[in-house]
């Protein structure tokens, strides 16, 4: 099993959508979570990290349920400009400087 | 968040041939990361690099085929060596991985292709 695993994807939907993403990840001792973006020969840029009592940024909401070892991601009212590559990444205890990312999931907003 | 310039933006190398990429931080920090992301993959840490001690590798990746320095606080190399088709990815670094949420700033990255 992979210790993060995302759903590739691609999801398409319409402009104004909301769309979820889901991250799963193995280890229980992840100590901190995170979501990047990733836009196509770029870099990952960091979008939000994730709280335990849950955060949002605008129209991004990220959740984190330890208890079923998931993160999810929330965007509202999408944009064409949040066509993307989003990966979620954890970090662990025994090294918390170490991000594991998760494979990704695309998203493709369409007018 | 930090600035963080990668030198070169990419390259087309041929088999055999060695390869260093620069990663500049426009500030110091402790600890610096490189991460390789394969065509139509995701990133996967190959070293940490703090300044001062060895680089610590990761599973599948030893240090003579890629070699890191990491002379000061705002700067450090990676070489790949005697490079082939399946060493082509993108290679970044990034910096953080510390402090109270342990975030990564990553810089442009590099772009391998091996012939």
């Known amino acids: 099993r992979k210790e993060v695993e995302q759903d590739p994807g691609p999801f398409n939907v319409p402009e104004g959508a909301t769309v979820a993403f889901n991250c799963t990840y193995s280890?229980?001792?992840?100590?901190?979570f995170f979501w990047y973006r990733q836009d196509c020969r770029k870099e990952p840029k960091l979008l939000m990290s994730v709280y335990s009592s849950g955060n949002e940024d605008g129209r991004f909401t990220a959740q984190l349920n330890r208890a079923s070892q998931y993160i999810s991601l929330l965007i509202r009212d999408s944009k064409l400009s949040d066509s993307a590559t989003y990966l979620c990444a954890v970090t662990l205890y025994s090294s918390a400087s170490k991000i594991i990312f998760g494979s990704g999931t695309r998203l493709s907003i369409r007018p | 968040s930090a600035v963080i310039s990668q030198k070169p933006s990419r390259d087309i190398c041929q088999r055999g041939t060695s390869l260093t990429i620069q990663c500049q931080v426009d500030?110091?920090?402790?600890?610096m990361f490189w991460y390789r992301q394969q065509p139509g993959q995701s990133l996967t840490l190959i070293a940490t690099a703090n300044q001062g001690s060895e680089a610590t590798y990761e599973s599948g990746f030893v240090i003579d085929k890629f070699p890191i320095s990491r002379p000061n606080l705002t700067f450090s190399t990676l070489t790949v060596s005697n490079m082939s088709p399946e060493d082509s990815s993108i290679y970044l670094c990034?910096?953080?991985?510390?402090?109270?949420?342990?975030?990564?700033?990553f810089g442009p990255g590099t772009r391998l292709t091996v012939t």
């Open positions: 280890n229980s001792a992840s100590q901190s």
């Open positions: 500030s110091q920090v402790t600890m």
């Open positions: 990034s910096v953080g991985g510390e402090g109270i949420s342990y975030e990564q700033y």
